[in-house]
C-alpha cells in the first residue's frame, strides 16, 4: 500500500527539550510539506521541498528544522526556540512541487508541552 | 486582501439541504484550485480538483470563476456524513517564485437531522 506515515501519533516535549516527528512516504513523490494546524484555524507552511538535499522556508519556520537526505523521507524537528509547539503538525506530499498538484496527507502527530 | 479567504461558518443545515461554499483567492495567475475534507481530528483529504471551469462528483459540484476570482463548492441533498471542514486550496506564489499551496482557514459544516 502507498501512503505516508507520521510517527509518533501523539508526543510530549519538555520545556527545553528538542523533538523530532518522522514523515515517511512511499509514493515516489519529489515534494514534502511540514504543516501545522492550531484549533480551528486553517494550515500554516512550515518548511517544504521540491526535491531532495534542498528544502525551503514556510510561512512560520522560526523554531524549526527539517532535514530531506532521501526522497522519502523528511523529518522535522521542533527545536526549544519554538515557544508555543503545541499542534496539530501534518506531513503532505506531492508529485511535483509546482503546486498544481493533488497533496496527500500522513494522519498527523499531536505535539504536547508538558 | 488575504490569499486565500473563506467564510469560517459554521454552516448549520438540515439532512437532504442544499449548500454552498465560496473561496475567494487573491493569485489570478493560479491554475488548478482544490476542495480537500476534514473531519474532526483527522488529515485533510481530496474531495475535489478544479482546473477548468468546474467539476462534478455525484452530490457535489465545484465551480470556478476567474473573473471574480472565486471557486465555489455545491453539495446538494446533504447527509450527516458531510459534516466536517472543507478546506479551499489555491497554489500562491511563495518567495523564490515557487508556486505553493495555500489553504484558507476553512468552512464548517454541520448536517443535522
Known amino acids: 500500500d502507498g501512503g505516508i506515515t507520521q510517527s509518533p501519533k501523539y508526543l510530549f516535549r519538555k520545556e527545553g527539550q528538542n523533538v523530532t516527528l518522522s514523515c515517511e512516504q512511499n509514493l515516489n513523490h519529489d515534494a514534502m510539506y511540514w504543516y501545522r494546524q492550531d484549533p480551528g484555524q486553517g494550515l500554516r507552511l512550515i518548511y517544504y521541498?521540491?526535491?531532495?538535499?534542498?528544502?525551503q522556508k514556510g510561512d512560520i519556520a522560526e523554531g524549526y528544522s527539517v532535514s530531506r537526505e532521501k526522497k522519502e523521507s523528511f523529518p522535522l524537528t521542533v527545536t526549544s526556540a519554538q515557544k508555543n509547539p503545541t499542534a496539530f503538525y501534518l506531513c503532505a506530499s506531492s508529485i511535483a512541487g509546482d503546486g498544481q498538484e493533488t497533496q496527500y496527507f500522513g494522519p498527523g502527530t499531536r505535539l504536547l508541552v508538558l | 486582501r488575504k490569499e486565500v479567504e473563506q467564510d469560517p461558518g459554521p454552516f448549520n443545515v438540515p439532512e437532504g439541504a442544499t449548500v454552498a461554499f465560496n473561496c475567494t483567492y487573491s493569485n489570478s495567475a493560479s491554475q488548478s484550485f482544490f476542495w480537500y475534507r476534514q473531519d474532526c481530528r483527522k488529515e485533510p483529504k481530496l474531495l475535489m480538483s478544479v482546473y477548468s471551469s468546474g467539476n462534478e462528483d455525484g452530490r457535489f459540484t465545484a465551480q470556478l470563476n476567474r473573473a471574480s476570482q472565486y471557486i465555489s463548492l455545491l453539495i446538494r441533498d446533504s447527509k450527516l456524513s458531510d459534516s466536517a471542514t472543507y478546506l479551499c486550496v489555491v497554489p500562491s506564489t511563495h518567495r523564490g517564485g515557487s508556486y505553493i499551496p495555500t489553504f484558507g482557514r476553512g468552512t464548517s459544516l454541520i448536517v443535522h437531522p
Open positions: 521541498s521540491q526535491i531532495v538535499n534542498d528544502f
